[in-house]
Nanobody, 123 residues
Framework: QVQLVESGGGLVQTGGSLRLSCAASGRTFSSSAMAWFRQAPGKGRSFVSS????????YYTDNVKGRFTISRDNAKNTVDLQMNNLTPEDSAVYYC????????????????WGQGTQVTVSS
């Protein structure tokens, strides 16, 4: 079974930065797209960003484009999310997700969700 462990969350002020990391188990990681989702209190999970299997294609939603950067290291089975110029609207639990296929878009998730990592941005 694939295991996903998110880390790097914390409390920052508006305009600050955080770097999230997701460690994945299994040898299928390097042939799968990956994505980041987030969930604010009382809300469902929302797609944030995705990256294809090799890391040369990325996609971002409009509300994070230009501020967030997704990257991966297939040798380490990790995918990161660098978040800059954070705002309170970015506060959420952030989750990574493994894709069923290789491409970044369209993204189709597969497997279980991890526990996520909390990001809180103060005003």
């Amino acid at each position: 079974q694939v295991q996903l462990v998110e880390s790097g969350g914390g409390l920052v002020q508006t305009g600050g930065s955080l770097r999230l990391s997701c460690a994945a188990s299994g040898r299928t990681f390097s042939s799968s797209a990956m994505a980041w989702f987030r969930q604010a209190p009382g809300k469902g999970r929302s797609f944030v960003s995705s990256i294809n299997w090799s890391g040369d294609t990325t996609y971002y939603t409009d509300n994070v484009k230009g501020r967030f950067t997704i990257s991966r290291d297939n040798a380490k089975n990790t995918v990161d999310l660098q978040m800059n110029n954070l705002t309170p609207e970015d506060s959420a639990v952030y989750y990574c997700r493994q894709g069923a296929y290789t491409q970044a878009i369209p993204f189709t998730g597969t497997g279980c969700w991890g526990q996520g990592t909390q990001v809180t941005v103060s005003s």
